[in-house]
């Protein structure tokens, strides 16, 4: 099994929207970003003859439009479940809980926020740092 945990894309800043946090939506740029970022892991994934299976998300909005975007791309138009544990704070047994719990999906995509992704990358990858993802930028981790 294999998680690809996705960095939601570039989102509207407080300073341009009066917004909460968790209602911030994707700039234009950062909807393209997304589009880039999912196309190239679609063709990354048909090299290796692998697959996504399902997606998973933050509750909040970027990251919510981050998944539906990259879903629909990698042709998964309804197979994302929205995950409170996915909320900024989220850490490396919060995602361990979501791979057990969804062990049977096959591969998975998350997508979240930094610096949560990066740390538990770092941590998943057996590194001695935390491993930040830019915006919309996939690590893949094999479990």
Do not use: W
């Amino acid at each position: 099994m294999k998680i690809f945990l996705m960095r939601h894309a570039e989102a509207e800043t407080s300073e341009q929207v009066m917004k909460k946090d968790a209602d911030r939506t994707l700039t234009e740029a950062g909807k393209l970003q997304v589009r880039v970022s999912a196309n190239k892991l679609k063709e990354k994934l048909a090299e290796k003859d692998e697959s996504i299976d399902l997606v998973l998300t933050s509750p909040y909005v970027r990251a919510c439009e981050t998944a539906a975007i990259a879903a629909t791309v990698l042709g998964l138009d309804g197979k994302v479940i929205r995950e409170r544990r996915l909320s900024p704070g989220a850490d490396v047994e919060k995602i361990k809980q979501l791979e057990d719990e969804h062990r049977d999906a096959g591969n998975l995509l998350i997508v979240g926020h930094e610096p949560d992704l990066g740390i538990i990358a770092g941590q998943l990858l057996r590194l001695n740092a935390s491993r930040p993802l830019g915006k919309a930028e996939v690590v893949e981790i094999a479990l």
